[in-house]
């Protein structure tokens, strides 16, 4: 049984292989937005949380793409850019957020725990 997981980031992210395809390979059927919305989630990225700026029109924009994913049976989401997570809230979703910044830095500490007490 496959999995559904929605991916949000650059447009690179949410098309090539090098993200997307470790998902599949992992068991996933990975679920972007239609490409007009892939367009707008990628702009918001590199013009406006790239620099910092964090709109509510763009926080409801990325909600509203959250809940079409949901409906298409994505059971979470995977924030794939780093500046999502700061945008995005897990209380700004119907579904599971898998925000790999703050999954990241779970995995940075562990290993350095892991270094420091081995």
Same mark, same amino acid.
């Given at each position: 049984?496959?999995? !559904?997981i929605? @991916?949000?980031?650059?447009? *690179?992210?949410m098309?090539?292989?090098? $993200?997307?395809?470790?998902? /599949?390979?992992?068991g ?17 990225? !590199?013009?406006? @949380?790239?620099?910092?700026? *964090? ?5 409801? $924009?990325?909600?509203?793409? /959250? ?52």
């Amino acid at each position: 049984m496959n999995r !559904k997981i929605a @991916l949000l980031g650059t447009q *690179f992210t949410m098309t090539q292989g090098f $993200y997307k395809q470790r998902l /599949i390979d992992a068991g996933l059927k990975v679920l972007i937005p239609a490409e007009d919305e892939r367009a707008e989630v990628h702009r918001i990225i !590199k013009k406006e @949380l790239c620099v910092g700026k *964090f709109k509510g029109s763009s926080r409801q $924009y990325y909600i509203d793409v /959250i809940a079409k994913l949901a409906e298409q049976g994505a059971e979470g989401v995977i924030l794939g850019c780093t500046e999502i997570g700061m945008l995005i809230k897990q209380a700004d979703s119907p579904i599971p957020v898998f925000d790999t910044t703050a999954i990241h830095a779970r995995a940075a500490v562990r290993f350095l725990v892991d270094k420091a007490v081995g």
